[in-house]
């Protein structure tokens, strides 16, 4: 059964899924970073948690340390475990047609699909924004966009990308890494982005800019 983005989903990130039972008070979902874990494979066998998980295996190339070899076929094989609810596979390789396989034996077992993209030097252009949510959003069922903010007008883009896309019918998650962006991880919620990531302890950050768990969560909840 895949995860449900009707509304927001606030994942605690880790590559230790013992962190679970600390997540649950404050997350909805755990992001599993299988690229970080020792054996990932064997550590889903293991979770007996009560948190949905959203696996991924972020390549090196965007920003993770899986390499190439057999990282789509281990995603592949994670959704095979009843907790993984979801995957998150870039949208790069689901452009150059790597991860057509992949993304057919997600939807066959019913695992919801996060296409991600993540620009770690700036913000392009907002119309760019909104292309590549845009065809994110024909592979998936969550079009996903981090970005680096370098100023506030890099911000205000993406967030009206984030609202125009909701508005539309598109189910997007965005945020901005960096310090000057880190607000857009409580704020993007109200602009219509479905998934928040926040790591359960402040000194397991995977992205710039990240509040902790709990943080985030009391930050969300009182925009709301």
Known sequence: MG??????????????LSDEPAAREHADAVE??????????????????????LA??????EGGEASNEGRLEALADATAFE??????????????GDADELLETARERDVSIVASAHDFEG????????????EAGKYADVAKLAVT??????????????????????TVATMAMGEVGSHTRAVAPVYGSKIGYAPV????????????????AELVAHLE
């Open 3 to 16: 995860l449900d983005f009707d509304s927001f989903v606030l994942t605690a990130a880790t590559a230790d």
């Open 32 to 53: 599993f970073r299988m690229d970080l874990a020792d054996e990932p494979l064997v550590a889903l066998e293991a979770y007996d948690g009560e948190l949905p998980i």
């Open 56 to 61: 991924t295996n972020r390549a090196e190339w």
């Open 83 to 96: 907790a993984v609810a979801a995957i998150d596979v870039e949208l790069e390789s689901i452009l150059d």
């Open 123 to 134: 913000t392009p252009p907002r119309k760019e924004l909104v292309r590549t949510l845009t």
């Open 149 to 170: 903010a370098e100023s506030k007008a890099d911000t205000l883009a993406l967030l009206s990308a984030t609202e125009q896309l909701t508005s539309h019918g598109d």
């Open 201 to 216: 302890d402040p000194a397991d950050a995977t992205a710039p800019g990240q509040y902790d768990l709990e943080t985030l």
